[in-house]
């Protein structure tokens, strides 16, 4: 028997940092993974990043469209907050999964997290106990933190900020940053490819080629 693993994304900024553990679920073959997409994914606004996703070659499970307003009005962000708590809901109790994996500090997440821990799904939050003073994503970790099971964090202080919290310190657990995997992971240019990239981009930008051979002579002699 499988075990059900759901794994939730609302934005380009999570799912990049998430990518390589989504692959390793979906790879795993004790696991059922499913990929929820909401939020600004499915806004054009937004640069409709559901197609990077597609990319990637998961596979998706749902799409759950959310009311998105343009800028930061507070209002569109409870709104959409509201609707994601809603539709996860029946997402939820149609799919019940066995763990629900979320990342980081954003609203919808922190909808879908209310949603689940009111089902009684247990929740694994990676990237909490971090800090951003004055502003909403603070109260908002801190919550989804407080609604979680397993605690997946990036490094010993925000390990111990999580336990602060009131959680249990062997359900805490020290992994380091996922974005560290995908610098580690990300094929590197080599010396001549990085030359002509960087040419490339300044000529793009106006400046002429005997202009540019000009700057890079006057920096060697410099160096």
Do not use: W
């Not at 990518?19 to 795993?28: A, E, G």
């Not at 629900?100 to 799904?121: P, Q, T």
């Amino acid at each position: 028997m499988k075990y059900t693993v759901c794994a939730v994304t609302g934005s380009r900024a999570e799912f990049g940092i998430l990518l390589p553990l989504l692959r390793r679920l979906n790879d795993c073959p004790e696991i059922e993974f499913r990929l929820a997409v909401t939020g600004s994914h499915l806004s054009t606004a937004y640069g409709h990043t559901l197609d990077e996703i597609r990319r990637t070659g998961l596979p998706i499970h749902a799409k759950i469209p959310l009311p998105l307003g343009e800028g930061d009005d507070k209002a569109h962000m409870i709104q959409a907050a509201g609707a994601a708590m809603s539709a996860f809901a029946d997402y939820f109790s149609a799919h019940r999964p066995d763990l629900l994996v979320v990342l980081g500090d954003r609203y919808e997440i922190f909808a879908v997290s209310a949603a689940a821990a009111m089902l009684g799904i247990p929740i694994a939050h990676l990237h909490g106990g971090e800090t951003t003073e004055g502003a909403v994503d603070e109260f908002l970790r801190h919550s989804i933190t407080k609604m979680s099971y397993l605690h997946f964090v990036s490094c010993e202080a925000y390990r111990r900020r999580v336990i602060q919290l009131g959680e249990a310190p062997e359900r805490v657990f020290n992994v380091g940053a996922l974005s560290t995997e995908n610098c580690l992971r990300t094929p590197l240019l080599s010396v001549e490819e990085l030359s002509e990239s960087l040419q490339r981009r300044f000529i793009e930008n106006g400046m002429s080629r005997s202009e540019l051979e000009q700057f890079i002579q006057r920096k060697e002699a410099s160096a």
